[in-house]
């Protein structure tokens, strides 16, 4: 699954740091590390303590956890939809992902100046808000006028095209995102084909200092305000936090760090873990003696569009899926455990894959 996160923020808020922390191996669980394969780029494992459990009972000679991707895209600045700054490669790359990452500096710090002079978070998220929006508006009137020229055709989809373009236009125009637009299911076929950049669903993270990790601050609190509309999730992480646990040699020195901090876990799997969230993708498990390995899929596929990500002959070929339930494998401990207590199903081509499902396939080439 080629989806990927771009992170985004104004000049220091801390998201190169966030993006370092994201491709540095220590700041994962012990057992899953992950790399680098571009500067800008950082494939990563999704830490899934399942992983663990089914290691324990399958014993295998290797654990594979499912990845995403993380795209550190350039800084942005105001004028950036009219190509000022970075803004035509920023504009570009951010275009090319599934998701957002919004970063926002919720924390005070006179060594570190901010690109405006002072921290305000919601001034933040609204100018790289209105240089989104003013490129999608651009977008739409664009698409508006290709459309025009059709319209006395009387062509039903054509009408419905120009009229959802011009129900976005106007909400653009009033300052709204495209994913804070109520749309019916029909409506959203034709947003789809707009690729509109505010269409993409938004993460937002609340970089605070180390004294707010826990509980958030009075920034925090505004963002959580300003976006209650928007139907997104907001993190709160401390960026220098996480870069200092990457820094730390052994799994139990960060694990001791983050005891004094009170933290479970490192924020980044926290980030991770929302962000596999956000691109709506699930894992599905398969389980041997020789591996162990998660696989991403989208909410929602079918068991053999969810073979065909091992391979695509599973897909073509498929038969049927037999399936076991994570809690079935764990609680009874064994595949001839499930099946002795009748909970072992046989699923055929309509059958929709569910998180954390164990599955094998039967095919034929």
Same mark, same amino acid.
């Given at each position: 699954?080629?989806?990927?996160?771009?992170?985004?923020?104004?000049?220091?808020?801390? *998201?190169?740091?966030?993006?370092?922390?994201?491709?540095?191996?220590?700041?994962?669980?012990?057992?899953?590390?992950?790399?680098?394969?571009?500067?800008?780029?950082?494939?990563?494992?999704?830490?899934?303590?399942?992983?663990?459990?089914?290691?324990?009972?399958?014993?295998?000679?290797?654990?594979?956890?499912?990845?995403?991707?993380?795209?550190?895209? #350039?800084?942005?600045?105001?004028?950036?939809?009219?190509?000022?700054?970075?803004?035509?490669?920023?504009?570009?790359?951010?275009?090319?992902?599934?998701?957002?990452?919004?970063?926002?500096?919720?924390?005070?710090?006179?060594?570190?100046?901010?690109?405006?002079?002072?921290?305000?978070?919601?001034?933040?998220?609204?100018?790289?808000?209105?240089?989104?929006?003013?490129?999608?508006?651009?977008?739409?009137?664009?698409?508006?006028?290709?459309?025009?020229?059709?319209?006395?055709?009387?062509?039903?989809?054509?009408?419905?095209?120009?009229?959802?373009?011009?129900?976005?236009?106007?909400?653009?125009?009033?300052? *709204?995102?495209?994913?804070?637009?109520?749309?019916?299911?029909?409506?959203?076929?034709?947003?789809?084909?707009?690729?509109?950049?505010?269409?993409?669903?938004?993460?937002?993270?609340?970089?605070?200092?180390?004294?707010?990790?826990?509980?958030?601050?009075?920034?925090?609190?505004?963002?959580?305000?300003?976006?209650?509309?928007?139907?997104?999730?907001?993190?709160?992480?401390?960026?220098?936090?996480? #870069?200092?646990?990457?820094?730390?040699?052994?799994?139990?020195?960060?694990?001791?760090?983050?005891?004094?901090?009170?933290?479970?876990?490192?924020?980044?799997?926290?980030?991770?873990?929302?962000?596999?969230?956000?691109?709506?993708?699930?894992?599905?498990?398969?389980?041997?003696?020789?591996?162990?390995? #998660?696989?991403?899929?989208?909410?929602?596929?079918?068991?053999?569009?969810?073979?065909?990500?091992?391979?695509?002959?599973?897909?073509?070929?498929?038969?049927?899926?037999?399936?076991?339930?994570?809690?079935?494998?764990?609680?009874?401990?064994?595949?001839?455990?499930?099946?002795?207590?009748?909970?072992?199903?046989?699923?055929?081509?309509?059958?929709?894959?569910?998180?954390?499902?164990?599955?094998?396939?039967?095919?034929?080439?």
């Amino acid at each position: 699954m080629s989806l990927k996160c771009g992170i985004v923020g104004l000049p220091n808020v801390g *998201k190169s740091t966030l993006f370092n922390c994201l491709s540095n191996a220590k700041a994962q669980s012990a057992n899953f590390p992950f790399c680098t394969i571009e500067p800008n780029i950082g494939t990563i494992s999704v830490p899934d303590p399942r992983l663990e459990k089914l290691e324990s009972l399958a014993n295998p000679q290797r654990v594979v956890p499912t990845t995403m991707e993380i795209v550190d895209i #350039a800084g942005l600045v105001k004028g950036a939809s009219k190509g000022e700054g970075l803004g035509n490669q920023f504009l570009a790359n951010i275009r090319e992902t599934d998701a957002i990452i919004h970063v926002l500096r919720c924390f005070d710090d006179g060594n570190i100046i901010h690109v405006d002079g002072s921290v305000d978070p919601i001034r933040d998220k609204e100018i790289i808000d209105i240089e989104l929006q003013l490129k999608d508006l651009e977008t739409i009137e664009k698409r508006i006028a290709s459309v025009a020229r059709m319209l006395k055709s009387g062509d039903k989809e054509v009408v419905k095209e120009n009229e959802v373009a011009q129900k976005i236009k106007v909400a653009l125009e009033q300052g *709204k995102s495209v994913r804070a637009i109520d749309f019916d299911e029909k409506e959203m076929e034709h947003v789809k084909k707009f690729q509109l950049i505010t269409s993409k669903p938004v993460l937002y993270l609340c970089n605070v200092d180390e004294g707010s990790v826990k509980s958030g601050n009075a920034y925090v609190e505004r963002v959580k305000e300003a976006v209650k509309d928007e139907d997104a999730e907001v993190l709160v992480i401390g960026a220098k936090i996480e #870069a200092d646990i990457t820094e730390l040699e052994t799994y139990e020195e960060r694990q001791l760090f983050l005891d004094e901090l009170g933290l479970d876990e490192p924020g980044v799997n926290r980030l991770i873990r929302s962000a596999y969230s956000l691109l709506e993708l699930q894992t599905y498990f398969t389980v041997g003696e020789k591996e162990v390995r #998660a696989w991403t899929i989208r909410k929602g596929m079918s068991a053999p569009q969810a073979a065909g990500v091992i391979h695509t002959d599973f897909e073509k070929g498929f038969i049927r899926a037999e399936v076991m339930k994570y809690n079935d494998y764990t609680t009874l401990g064994s595949e001839s455990a499930v099946k002795d207590a009748g909970r072992f199903k046989v699923e055929g081509k309509e059958y929709v894959v569910e998180d954390g499902d164990i599955m094998h396939f039967r095919f034929n080439v």
